[in-house]
């Protein structure tokens, strides 16, 4: 991944489209927790991304990127709170403050697990993948065959060897999968 940091420093802006491909919908989620307004948090993670690329030559490693772009989008939350005058200095206690950024670190890892696990699924060949969706959606493979317009036998040999692949890629993290929401895995 430090070499997708390293294309968009060189201006590579197919390396940027996927990064905001892979961290747009983190962002978005992510400032929702702070001001629980879908639109708003839409604008202020793609302002933050967009940010990023005009700042791109000021950073050499993924940590660096993830680091500023959750930190500015919390940055634009708090100030989207205190603009829409929903929150002011004196509403949050140190404690208080402190406990709703540990909940928060801890949704920055839940997003970035679900990235991984996305990112291994897109990986899969194209009708693996869609058997897995339609499967993680919750969906038999009796209707996973009549939606596709294949067998079941097909649908459950694909099923069964696209887990295995996930599993060798996931390794610890191959629990996950089934822990994934659906629209998650749409994003």
């Keep these: 991944m430090n070499t997708i940091i390293e294309d968009i420093r060189n201006d590579n802006k197919n390396s940027f489209k996927q990064l905001f491909k892979d961290y747009y919908p983190i962002l978005c989620i992510f400032a929702n927790k702070y001001i629980f307004d879908q639109e708003a948090s839409k604008d202020i993670a793609q302002e933050v991304l967009l940010t990023y690329w005009e700042r791109r030559k000021d950073f050499n490693d993924l940590y660096k990127v993830k680091s500023f772009l959750y930190t500015a989008t919390r940055n634009r939350c708090l100030n989207y709170l205190k603009h829409e005058q929903i929150i002011n200095e004196e509403s949050y206690s140190p404690e208080s403050l402190l406990e709703f950024e540990n909940k928060i670190e801890d949704e920055i890892i839940r ?51 696209a887990y295995k692949k996930l599993r060798k890629k996931l390794k610890q993290h191959f629990y996950l999968l089934f822990l994934l929401p659906a629209s998650l895995l749409a994003a």
Excluded: D, F
Aim: net charge positive.
């Design 111 to 161: 997003q970035e697990t679900y990235l991984l696990v996305r990112k291994a699924v897109e990986e899969l060949p194209s009708q693996m993948k869609r058997i897995i969706k339609l499967s993680i959606c919750g969906k038999k493979n009796s209707e996973i065959a009549a939606e596709l317009a294949i067998s079941e036998g097909t649908v459950h040999a694909l099923k069964k060897t």
